[in-house]
Nanobody, 120 residues
Framework: VQLQASGGGLVQPGGSLRLSCEAS????????LGWLRQAPGKEREFVAA????????YYADSVKGRFTISRDNAKNTVYLEMNSLKPEDTAVYYC??????WGTGTYDYWGQGTLVTVSS
């Protein structure tokens, strides 16, 4: 099982980034997927999740209206479009997969993380 996150980097406040996470080694299309993040000195927190079909999406209040999660089951890839970025969005972002398919279960598989830094 492998989840490979990419797309992080340095961006100015107000800017945008698109994270990608390509998965392999499990039946991607039946799993719920999520993005979580961990800022320096803080605990890891939930950012967004999506159900197996993409029909259900969940967001943390702190990113609602700015971030969009999506998936492409044909490409075994989940995305996180991040707009209007703020310095407090700075963190290592992790993608994860959970077997219930609904996006609300316990994450079994984790990617390695990609660093997002929002700074002027």
């Amino acid at each position: 099982v492998q989840l490979q996150a990419s797309g992080g980097g340095l961006v100015q406040p107000g800017g945008s980034l698109r994270l990608s996470c390509e998965a392999s080694g499990f039946t991607f299309s039946t799993y719920g997927l999520g993005w979580l993040r961990q800022a320096p000195g803080k605990e890891r927190e939930f950012v967004a999740a999506i159900s197996w079909s993409g029909g259900r999406k969940y967001y943390a209040d702190s990113v609602k209206g700015r971030f969009t999660i999506s998936r492409d089951n044909a490409k075994n890839t989940v995305y996180l479009e991040m707009n209007s970025l703020k310095p407090e969005d700075t963190a290592v972002y992790y993608c994860a997969a959970e077997p219930t398919g609904w996006g609300t279960g316990t994450y079994d598989y984790w990617g390695q993380g990609t660093l997002v830094t929002v700074s002027s």
